[in-house]
């Protein structure tokens, strides 16, 4: 398997409030050169987390111990900007499973589908849902049911669906990238492959 297999994910929820966040907001240019996708969580959203000094910065989300958990909740329009994949690298090894957004843009969205990060996409009204459930109680437990294909505010019962790929949504229960897909239907087409003209 490329990743962790997703199915039902039960956690609590990081809240980032922001709309536009960029790729070069998630992880900056400057961070890069690695190939692999190790390391990158050390630097996920790196110049809003710490100063020039190597500080953090005790206003932002991600050094508040008050917000934790596999699921982080952001602003309208999550992921625009340039294509870099290690944005969604940068999400994954920080230890976010899910994130949940009114509109991502569709590169980032393919980008974290292919790497085991969940997008969802809900609606404006229930993203303020969350984010209100969320900032009330930051122990607020969300289900994300991806078979089901629903997000859930569990306290209340509050839920949405959600759209997905079937092919997308296979793999991620699985634990599939497209190369893993390949190599598990291998023998179909060797057998394809015997059907065809010399």
């Known amino acids: 398997m490329a990743y962790d297999s997703f199915n039902i994910l039960t956690s609590t929820a990081v809240p980032l409030p922001i ?18 996708r190790v390391g990158f969580g050390d630097n996920l959203f790196r110049d809003w987390r710490y100063n020039p ?10 050094n508040d111990p008050t917000y934790k958990g596999k699921i982080l909740v952001g602003g309208k329009n999550f992921g625009s900007g340039s ?34 990060v969940l997008p969802v996409q809900v609606s ?6 969350i984010f209100a459930a969320v900032y009330d109680n930051p122990d607020t437990e969300i289900e994300v049911n991806l078979p089901a294909q629903t997000i859930t ?31 598990n239907i291998k023998s179909d087409i060797q057998e394809f492959a015997k059907t065809l003209p010399l």
Request: with cysteine; hydrophobic share 40%.
């Open 53 to 62: 000094d190597n500080t953090p910065k005790t206003d932002f989300v991600l």
């Open 153 to 183: 505010l569990l306290a209340t019962g509050d839920f949405e669906t959600f759209e997905i790929n079937s092919y997308k949504k296979s793999n991620m229960l699985n634990g599939f990238d497209d190369i893993d897909y390949l190599l």
């Open 124 to 129: 404006a009204e229930f993203l303020e849902k």
């Open 83 to 116: 294509s870099r994949e290690h944005a969604a690298w940068a999400i994954y090894d920080y230890g976010f499973r899910c994130v949940v957004s009114s509109f991502f843009a569709d590169i980032f969205r393919n980008n974290c589908l292919n790497i085991g």
């Open 19 to 36: 709309e536009n966040v960029d790729t070069d907001q998630i992880i900056p240019a400057r961070f890069l050169k690695a190939t692999e």
